[in-house]
């Protein structure tokens, strides 16, 4: 498991710094496709859509279903390094969104998801690590709000299901 302490260095490496950060790797890391092994291997299986959206996400996202249903996870892929975080879509609430490990897995294809990520490297960051504060700089996201998902994943002022957990919904 990648301790924070490497994680804040793999995003120093990448945004050369905190206060004045650089956003012109993003763009050159997509374009990149680094992930396009572990996007085929999720096709052979699901129906999978690119949902990037390069003005906040700084991570390939990935909307995955099964064939002809509708999306039941969200997969982001950093474009920091190989690091992911996959999300519940099919009505969880709150921190529930999280798949991390196959303890939190529900289903066959969520073990599955999980599976195909570790044979292509990618480790999947706890909650506890995502929510560590980092100082970077970004656009969207208030200052003191910054976490390492934010970092590593999108630039939104809150971390998925925190919105509606601080909000009673």
């Not at 790797?25 to 949902?51: C, I, T």
Request: with cysteine; hydrophobic share 35%; charged share 30%.
């Amino acid at each position: 498991m990648t301790e924070p302490n490497q994680l804040f260095q793999a995003i120093i490496d990448k945004y050369k710094s905190l206060e004045n950060p650089d956003f012109h790797w993003v763009a050159k890391e997509y374009k990149r496709k680094p992930y396009r092994e572990l996007e085929e291997h999720l096709a052979g299986r699901f129906s999978v859509e690119d949902v990037t959206n390069l003005t906040n996400d700084v991570s390939c996202v990935l909307a995955i279903s099964p064939e002809g249903d509708e999306v039941r996870w969200t997969l982001k892929l950093s474009l920091v390094g190989p690091y992911a975080v996959l999300l519940r879509e099919t009505g969880a609430r709150a921190w529930d969104v999280y798949v991390h490990s196959e303890s939190d897995a529900r289903s066959e294809d969520e073990r599955w998801i999980l599976g195909a990520c570790e044979q292509h490297g990618i480790e999947m960051l706890k909650l506890d690590v995502l929510k560590t504060p980092i100082g970077l700089r970004l656009f969207d996201t208030d200052p003191e709000r910054v976490r390492i998902y934010q970092a590593l994943f999108s630039d939104t002022d809150y971390l998925p299901g925190e919105y509606n957990a601080e909000h009673g919904e």
